[in-house]
């Protein structure tokens, strides 16, 4: 029985086979890649690794934090103890004048027929009570941030203390003047509330 020799298989395609099996990449067939569209920029390499602008991010804000941190330690309690001061000499001069305008109203006030007077230095309280408040007193009219603004003349080496700054403060040393007339006119004395004795609660007549 003759048999008939088997066919000779088809030989690969090798155009097929080099597509598989090529080490080379193929060319590239999308449009938007820079060989077939010479006129689009290529997207340049990131220059930083995502996490570094985080890191940056974070040691900028945690040094702004120690900066002011630092600031507040070195500044903070000089200035609170200057403004302190400062504000205790003024507080006690214009409470001063206010208490002694209070006192001389409530005392027309028992006065018999003493309505005039006591409308009249009602109105200087008042008066008073607005222009001496801390926002006047303090406002940028008289200071900045280098200090006062108005002339302040110290002691012959050029020292000037808080009583001096206060003294000539255009606004107290104007309402000192007319306190301190109305004072003389009722004639009050006002040693009674000065020296040792009143320090120590006991006020002689």
């Known amino acids: 029985m003759s048999s008939t020799p088997p066919s000779t ?6 155009s097929t086979l080099s597509d598989i099996f090529s080490s080379s990449p193929s060319p590239p067939s999308s449009p938007n890649h820079p060989s077939q569209n010479p006129h689009r920029p290529s997207r340049p390499p990131p220059l930083e690794p995502s996490d570094i602008p985080r890191l940056r ?7 702004y934090r120690h900066g002011i941190s630092t600031s507040k330690t070195h500044s903070l309690q000089p200035g609170f103890d200057e403004g302190y001061s400062l ?21 027309y006030a ?32 008289w200071w900045g941030e280098g200090g006062w603004r108005y002339e302040v003349v110290g002691h ?31 004639g009050v004395r006002r040693g009674v509330f000065e020296g040792v004795g009143w320090d120590g609660g006991r006020v002689e007549g």
């Open 87 to 107: 504000g205790a000499v003024f507080g006690l001069r214009i409470g001063t004048m206010i208490g002694l305008l209070e006192g001389l109203y409530y005392a």
């Open 156 to 186: 012959e080496d050029g020292e000037v203390t808080w009583m001096e700054v206060m003294g000539q403060h255009p606004v107290l040393r104007g309402w000192e003047r007319r306190v301190g007339e109305e004072v003389e006119r009722r």
């Open 110 to 141: 028992a006065k018999t027929g003493g309505n005039d007077e006591k409308e009249r230095v009602g109105k200087l309280l008042r008066q008073a009570r607005e222009e001496l408040a801390v926002e006047r007193v303090f406002g940028e009219k």
């Open 57 to 63: 991010s974070t040691h900028i804000t945690s040094g």
């Open 9 to 14: 298989p088809p030989s690969p395609n090798t």
